[in-house]
C-alpha cells in the first residue's frame, strides 16, 4: 500500500493538478490525501484530474469558509471501502487549524475504532521540539513550550509509529526560504509491517506549494536479474573443481565463438548454484539467521 499526503494550499490551479496527478502516476500511488483543497464541490469529473485511472473512490470533507479540508482517494482495486468516519478536521488524513480539538477528536476516533491497520497523515501544524523548526519563532534556548509538550504527547497516546523523514528535513517553508517547519507526519501500527512491510517516508520536491509531499514507499524494488556471484569458500571444497570440470565439458554447442562462450557460463552458473545449495545450504541458512540476529541487535 503505497500512500501519499500533501496539503495542496488550494486545488484551484491546473498547474498544482497536474503536479499532483504526476505524482500519482510516478509513485503509482494507492492513497491519496489532500488537505486543504479550498473547494466547496467536488465531482467525478474534478477527481479525474487527480487521479486519471477510472478504478477509484473518494471521501471528501467538505470547505467550511477559509478552513480548507480534506480530499481522500484510493485505488479501489487494491483496497475495499468497508466504512468511512469523518470528523471536523480530518478524513483519511489530518489538517488541523484549531490544533488541540483536533487532536481531541483524532485521538478519540482511534480509540473508539481499537486495533487494526492504521496510517495517520497530514499537516498537524505543531512540531515535538525546536529542531522541527528553523527560523522565526524558534526558542533560542532550545526549550520546548506547552505546544510541542502537548503535541508530543499527543503522538504518544495515538500508540502509533512516527515515521522518520527522508530526502528533507522540514515539510514546509516560508516564502521568504528562512523559516521552515516539519508540520506534516505520517504515522503507522507496528501491525503494517506485518502486512505490507518496512516503509520509509520519502518527501518530495516543493514546486506548486510552500508543503511538500511525501510518499510512503518500500524498499521492494525489481533491480533485475539476480548477479551470479563467486564465494571463494567454494575452492576449498574438494569436489568443486570436478563439478566445474564435467560442467564445462559436458556442453555441446554450436556457433560463432563469442556465443559458444556465453552459453557455457550460463550452463556453469546454473550447475554451481545447484551444487552450492545441495552442498552449502545449511551454510547459507546460518548466515542468513546470524545476519537477521545482528539486526536485531539494539546498537
Known amino acids: 500500500m503505497i500512500v501519499c499526503s500533501f496539503n495542496a494550499r488550494g486545488l484551484g490551479s491546473r498547474v498544482k493538478r497536474r503536479k499532483i496527478c504526476d505524482v500519482v502516476t510516478t509513485e503509482n500511488i494507492d492513497f491519496l490525501s489532500i488537505q486543504e483543497t479550498k473547494m466547496e464541490v467536488i465531482s467525478d469529473c474534478f477527481i479525474r484530474s487527480l487521479w486519471e485511472s477510472s478504478d477509484c473512490d473518494w471521501a471528501y470533507l467538505p470547505t467550511v469558509g477559509n478552513s480548507g479540508r480534506i480530499l481522500s482517494i484510493w485505488n479501489k482495486v487494491k483496497a475495499s471501502l468497508v466504512f468511512t468516519f469523518i470528523g471536523d478536521g480530518f478524513v483519511g488524513g489530518v489538517s488541523v487549524p ?134 571463494n569458500f567454494w575452492l576449498q571444497n574438494r569436489d568443486f573443481k570436478e563439478v566445474v570440470t564435467k560442467a564445462w565439458e559436458s556442453q555441446q554447442l554450436e556457433g560463432w565463438i563469442g556465443f559458444r562462450l556465453k552459453e557455457r557460463f550460463k550452463g556453469l552458473k546454473v550447475v554451481i548454484k545447484e551444487w552450492s545449495r545441495i552442498t552449502h545450504g545449511v551454510d547459507e541458512r546460518k548466515k542468513k539467521t546470524l545476519i537477521s540476529e545482528i539486526m536485531a541487535l539494539d546498537l
Open 98 to 231: 484549531d490544533v488541540y480539538k483536533r487532536q481531541s477528536d483524532i485521538l478519540m476516533s482511534k480509540m473508539g475504532f481499537g486495533e487494526g491497520l492504521w496510517c495517520v497523515m497530514g499537516d498537524f501544524n505543531s512540531v515535538i521540539d525546536h529542531h522541527e523548526r528553523r527560523g522565526l519563532g524558534v526558542n533560542v534556548d532550545g526549550g520546548r513550550n506547552s505546544e510541542m509538550a502537548g503535541f508530543d504527547t499527543f503522538l504518544n497516546s495515538l500508540e502509533l509509529i512516527d515515521l522518520p523523514l527522508i530526502g528533507r528535513r522540514f515539510t514546509w517553508f516560508h516564502p521568504n526560504g528562512v523559516s521552515m517547519s516539519r508540520l506534516d507526519r505520517m504515522l503507522i501500527s507496528s501491525s503494517w509491517f506485518d502486512v505490507w512491510g518496512a516503509p520509509s517516508v520519502w518527501v518530495l520536491s516543493r514546486d506548486v506549494a510552500d508543503h511538500c509531499p511525501f510518499v510512503l514507499r518500500y524498499s521492494s524494488f525489481d533491480w533485475g536479474p539476480k548477479p551470479f556471484r563467486f564465494n
